[in-house]
């Protein structure tokens, strides 16, 4: 929310950008870890890799679309949401584009938010 403070759009700008690639590059790790689920022997943990696997299986776009909700409104956790991208094998590109641009949207409107209020407020 402090992008939102700042006078000068163009350094809001880059710095929601900046502020959103390393975010982003934050959720990889996650993302890596989901891929290496086979090897989890936990036994609550194993059932939940092999439910999302099944759910994904019958719904092939589900884990898109989770993702991206999840990118945006952090509902369910964007950290769990980047595991379980890994677990189904959301490709790369796509869980680094739906990351990207749900983020950006979430931060471009937190950003915005206190200009909204400064301008209620007069």
């Keep these: 929310m402090a ?11 880059v710095l929601l950008v900046a502020f959103t690639i390393g975010h982003v590059a934050a959720k990889c790790p996650w993302y890596w870890a989901g891929t ?7 036994g609550v943990a194993v059932r939940g890799v092999a439910r999302a696997r099944e759910v994904i299986a019958r719904h092939p776009n589900y ?5 991206g909700v999840s990118a945006v409104t952090s509902v369910p956790p964007f950290h769990l949401a980047a595991i379980a991208a890994g677990i189904v094998r959301i490709p790369w590109p796509a869980f680094l584009g739906l990351c990207f641009v749900g983020r950006l ?8 938010l206190p200009s909204l209020v400064r301008g209620w407020l007069g």
């Design 3 to 13: 992008i939102g403070v700042l006078e000068r759009p163009g350094l809001a700008a």
């Design 36 to 42: 290496h689920a086979e090897k989890v022997r936990w």
């Design 63 to 67: 884990g898109h679309g989770l993702l």
């Design 105 to 112: 949207l979430r931060f471009g409107a937190l950003g915005v």
